[in-house]
Structures are given as structure tokens and as C-alpha cells.
């Protein structure tokens, strides 16, 4: 059961990936299907049955291991699951309990973050860097806090410890991205969401960002082209469907406007 936003928007993703699946395995016409048999009241096991002949645990098996490959790209990024750093009041039990524990303090840094105190959690997580200089959560969360406090030089000094301590990955390359931004080097900026995008094509956060860096500088090709993708990404994203119309009347693209509209 979601317990919170973040938790909505995953179970959406996860259907999202399963009708993927279906379409890509047993074409649109199963998708179709499965939303008629579904009208006729039949269980999510029936329909299952019905447009792909597998049981739900074959069928479960399949998706699963099709999954894997469509985002093995992912491999040995790095990532924070904040979903790890809810329940605050036993991390920080935790922390207390081992004061010397850097990786306790660094989760305690985590829910802070998490739980909307940045100011804390900045403090703790520079007290475990100042003991580990490369400790990667606790660098990557000093940099999101610092990023909140608006303190962008000290973030960009976090973030950047992370990359030359080799640790890669599509948020890290987004933050580098938004700070830069914040500092107005854009031309950083850019280098840093190109990254993030093709480090994790599937997440819209750089690649909305590059088509704003691109139509802030006047080029329209380019910025039609991220909206464009971004739209693919991001179908229900009003602004980017809104882009692209304006970009390709501009350009007088006629068929990227009946795309879009379509």
C-alpha cells in the first residue's frame, strides 16, 4: 500500500513498465484487449491469462527478468532511496547509539534531509565528511542541503568531491547541473544535465533543463528537439507538449505540430 507521494508515483511507474512489457512482448493489440477484458470484471490473474496466456507467476517471472535488462544501464550508479531514511526517530536512536559510526551519522544526514531539515542535516553530514572525505552518502546529501540553504559554492564543493572520487550517476550529474545553473555558469550547466540524461534517458529532470538552456539562448532546433524528447519521456507534461507547438510553428514544422497535438 503507497504510503506516501513518492510511493503513488513508483506504483504508476511500475504499471506504466508492465504495459510496456505487454506491448513490447505481445503487441498493442494485448494492451487493448486486457482494458476490455478488464471491463467485462474479470481479475488482474484472468486478464492476465487471457491476453497473454501465462499464469501471474509465470507471467511475473517474465516481466521481471525483462525489467532487468531495460534498466541494466543503471548499473553502478549511484543513488539515495529516501524512502530508507523515513522512520527518523530510530536512525537517530541509531546515530546515537554509535557515536563513532560514520555510516549511522551519514543516514541520520539522510533523514534530516528527507524530513526537510537542511540546516541539521547539513551540519551532520559535514561532521562525517569531515571524518571520511569521501564518504559518498554523506557528501551527496551536505550537497542537497547545501542546495537548499541556497549555499551553492559549498554544494558545487560536494557534489564535486563526489566526481573526483569517481562516483557517477543521474541525480548526482542533475544536482551538479541545477547548481551550476544557480551560479550562472551555464555552460557547465549544460555539460552536466547532458550527462545526467544519458545516464537515465527515462527521467525527464535534465532533459527539461537542457531544452530550457537551449531556448534561453535563442536555439530553437535544439530546444525542439529536448522538448520533443521530453514529451516522448513525459507524455502528461503540459509545458513540454506546449514547447514543442510553439517550437515547431516557429519553425514552421508542420508535422511536429499534428505530432503534438495528436
Do not use: C
Amino acid at each position: 500500500r503507497a504510503r506516501s507521494h513518492a510511493d503513488m508515483l513508483l506504483a504508476y511507474h511500475q504499471s506504466s513498465r508492465v504495459v510496456a512489457f505487454i506491448k513490447e512482448r505481445w503487441g498493442w493489440e494485448a494492451v487493448t484487449r486486457a482494458l476490455t477484458v478488464f471491463g467485462e470484471g474479470k481479475t488482474t490473474a484472468e486478464v492476465i491469462k487471457a491476453v497473454t496466456g501465462l499464469g501471474v507467476a509465470e507471467f511475473d517471472g517474465a516481466f521481471l527478468e525483462w525489467l532487468k535488462k531495460s534498466v541494466a544501464f543503471l548499473d553502478g550508479q549511484f543513488d539515495v532511496d529516501p524512502a530508507r531514511f523515513r522512520d527518523i526517530g530510530a536512525i537517530r536512536k541509531a546515530a546515537s547509539d554509535a557515536p563513532a559510526d560514520v555510516d549511522k551519522h551519514a543516514a541520520l544526514a539522510a533523514a534530516l534531509y528527507t524530513h526537510g531539515a537542511f540546516r541539521e542535516a547539513l551540519v551532520v553530514a559535514e561532521r562525517v565528511v569531515a571524518r571520511d572525505v569521501v564518504h559518498r552518502l554523506a557528501r551527496y546529501i551536505a550537497g542537497q542541503a547545501a542546495t537548499a540553504l541556497q549555499r551553492f559554492e559549498d554544494a558545487k564543493k560536494h557534489f564535486e568531491a563526489l566526481r573526483t572520487a569517481g562516483v557517477d550517476g543521474h541525480s548526482l550529474r542533475a544536482a551538479l547541473g541545477f547548481v551550476y545553473r544557480k551560479l550562472n555558469d551555464e555552460a557547465r550547466a549544460e555539460v552536466e544535465y547532458v550527462k545526467a540524461r544519458e545516464l537515465n534517458p527515462e527521467l525527464s529532470r535534465a532533459i527539461e533543463a537542457v531544452a530550457e538552456l537551449y531556448a534561453a539562448r535563442g536555439e530553437a532546433d535544439g530546444a525542439l528537439v529536448e522538448w520533443r524528447r521530453l514529451a516522448a519521456v513525459d507524455q502528461a507534461n503540459g509545458k513540454a507538449m506546449r514547447a514543442v507547438l510553439a517550437a515547431a510553428e516557429k519553425l514552421k514544422d508542420a508535422k511536429a505540430v499534428i505530432d503534438a497535438a495528436e
